[in-house]
């Protein structure tokens, strides 16, 4: 582990001179694995290419903000891994599923093809996670496009005995894999009744999922040695990953209720088309996003879009209300977090702005926030120690101040904020015109106020709100921001 540790940290710049001498070192990476059922130092299996596979969007309408929350925890991951690593050292695939009965009956519904669909919600997805502060993975596989990687991979299942051909379809022989139900720990009859599985005449066991079967009357198909039809589900992953990245990998993420049956039969399928023994070093799974007391999802009705929200509230406001809480734990989406969201960056976008004339003497984020981030990517500690630097910022001597504002950068940056002058922070959504005018109100205000004219300053005020500018009045003036439309 030495050695390991010695290889994480000779990438970074040496440590400031100004730091605190009696801040601890931060520890290695550790993450939480779900088969592990504990954290563990992360170590992957080659330093020089690191690889992470997150599952992606079913395309057929606009990812709700709960589908965003893997997107930027594990944006978070990708991020703090280049920092480790090396940009140019960690590969991360998040897959699109673009073959899915919704898609083939909306495609049906609007009389069009599927790829119609697929490319018009792939792109305002992409979009719409890019407003929310997400990097773009380095691989963004479609099942379509892994058509061939699918049937070879069901091939091998079949020749390894480990999946049978019935009735036009390829089934996964779960009595094959003695390891079946390890990372979800289920008995056999609770898997059987958590996956509501069809219990069919050409079934071998009733656990036993489908690798392919016929499309039906007016889907898409594709050729294959077992007759016309598509792919199931959990293979697309499986084949993607393969043709992607390679197996095994080092982390497979998602949310928890992908654990079984998704992930749970996605490896054991990746495992018994090569007979290997490991698929994923590190098995990492997200909690829900509530909306009120169930899981946000669209066939329960209580959805709210992303597409819908970054156009309400901006992106960075949005992406800190999905890291307040620990990724692991359930997280309620409301009016009231995303209010507190913003008004967290407020207070550091503020800090910022009142020390623009203070420069920054480094550029690496601090000990704590690391030390914080690296344990199991505890954004909300993380958070804590932004806040804590953004006091020594405004309250240090020169020294402390240059070293708390090149921090504050630093530490934000690493995982996607302040990163936009503190002016369109507060300013952003007005076009040059609006900004004019209201700074000549602003600055109306201030003299009404310094001769005493407090009946004029109240018009003026009343009349910025109108405008919906939210002015904040500091000893030296006033400084204003554009409100959310919903706030």
């Known amino acids: 582990m030495a050695s390991l540790r010695g290889a994480l940290y000779m990438r970074r710049k040496p440590i400031p001179a100004t730091r605190d001498p009696s801040i601890s070192v931060a520890m290695p990476l550790t993450l939480y694995d779900t088969m592990a059922r504990e954290k563990r130092a992360f170590a992957p299996r080659d330093p020089k290419r690191v690889t992470m596979y997150v599952c992606g969007p079913t395309v057929y309408n606009y990812a709700h903000i709960g589908n965003a929350r893997p997107v930027v925890v594990f944006d978070v991951l990708f991020r703090v891994l280049r920092y480790l690593y090396g940009d ?19 495609a049906q519904a609007e009389g069009v093809p599927i790829a119609t669909i697929t490319d018009r919600y792939l792109a305002a997805y992409n979009n719409d996670m890019a ?18 990687g699918i049937i070879a991979m069901i091939g091998r299942l079949v020749e390894n005995r480990a999946a049978y051909a019935a009735e036009g379809h390829v089934l996964f022989n779960t009595q094959a894999f003695a390891d079946y139900g390890r990372l979800s720990r289920h008995p056999m009859d609770d898997m059987i009744a958590g996956a509501r599985v069809d ?24 050729d294959s040695p077992w007759g016309q039809g598509r792919p199931g589900w959990h293979i697309e992953c499986s084949a993607m990953i393969e043709e992607a990245l ?15 049956p998704h992930h749970e039969n996605e ?37 709210v879009l992303a597409h819908d929200l970054v156009k309400q509230v901006p992106g960075e406001a949005l992406r800190w209300a999905l890291l307040v809480g620990h990724y692991r734990a359930p997280l309620e989406w409301t009016g009231d977090l995303i209010e507190q969201s ?23 984020p601090s000990r704590k926030f690391l030390a914080a981030i690296e344990d199991d990517l505890n954004t909300p500690q993380a958070m804590a120690e932004l806040f804590a630097l953004a006091s020594e910022l ?38 040059e015109d609006l900004k004019a ?12 106020r310094r001769e005493k004219d407090f009946a004029r300053a109240d018009a003026i005020r009343a009349e910025l709100t109108a405008m919906n500018v939210e002015v904040m009045d500091n000893p030296t003036g006033a400084t204003w921001r554009i409100k959310d439309p919903a706030s």
């Open 394 to 431: 405004e309250t240090g001597d020169a020294a402390v101040r240059a070293r708390a504002k090149g921090e504050l950068l630093a530490s934000g940056g690493l995982i996607g904020f302040l990163q936009a002058h503190p002016d369109v922070w507060f300013q952003g959504g007005a076009d």
């Open 131 to 148: 407003q929310l502060g997400a990097l773009r993975p380095t691989f963004q596989p479609k099942a379509t496009e892994t058509m061939d």
């Open 267 to 303: 490896m054991a399928q990746g495992l018994c088309a090569d007979h290997a023994e490991e698929y994923a070093r590190f098995w990492m799974h997200n909690g829900f996003l509530n909306f009120g007391d169930e899981k946000m999802s669209k066939s329960l009705g209580n959805v």
């Open 199 to 222: 219990i069919a005449p050409y079934k071998q066991h009733p656990a036993d999922f489908v690798l392919w079967k016929p499309s039906k009357p007016g889907d898409p198909v594709w």
């Open 437 to 448: 005018r209201i700074d000549a109100l602003i600055v109306e205000r201030v003299t009404a």
């Open 342 to 364: 913003r008004k967290s960056l407020d207070r550091l976008y503020g800090a910022l702005r009142r020390a623009q004339d203070v420069t920054s003497s480094t550029s690496e």
């Open 246 to 260: 390679g197996l095994p990998i080092d982390i497979h993420g998602g949310g928890v209720d992908l654990i079984f």
């Open 88 to 106: 140019d050292a960690v590969l991360y695939a998040a897959n699109v599923t673009d073959v899915d009965d919704k898609i083939n009956a909306k």
